[in-house]
């Protein structure tokens, strides 16, 4: 069972970036997908999480209506679009997965990627 994170990189102030998650070893269908930052020295904090079937999302607050995160079952692939980015959203970013609803504790993913780079300049 594996998740690979990647389409990190450095970005102005403002712009885009389109992450993905990428599955193996397991079908997604039934798990929920977490999205989660860890900018450094701070802890790791939720981003936005997806239900199995794709139905349902749900975002913290600092990312409403600059995120979107979405998923193809048929490629066992989640995505992450990031607009209007800022120096603040500078972290690793990390994909993780769970049996069951979203959540937005970290504690309760089972599997996790290893993280992918964003770096946001003013």
């Known amino acids: 069972v594996q998740l690979q994170a990647f389409g990190g990189g450095l970005v102005q102030a403002g712009g885009y970036l389109r992450l993905s998650c990428a599955a193996s070893g397991f079908t997604v269908d039934d798990w929920a997908i977490g999205w989660f930052r860890q900018a450094p020295g701070k802890e790791r904090e939720f981003v936005a999480a997806i239900t199995g079937s794709g139905a349902n999302t749900y975002n913290a607050d600092s990312v409403k209506g600059r995120f979107t995160i979405s998923r193809d079952n048929a490629k066992n692939t989640i995505y992450l679009e990031m607009k209007n980015l800022e120096p603040e959203d500078t972290a690793v970013y990390y994909c993780?997965?769970?049996?069951?609803?979203?959540?937005?504790?970290?504690?309760?993913?089972?599997?996790w990627g290893q993280g992918t780079l964003v770096t946001v300049s003013s």
């Open positions: 993780a997965a769970r049996q069951g609803g979203m959540s937005a504790l970290d504690t309760r993913y089972r599997y």
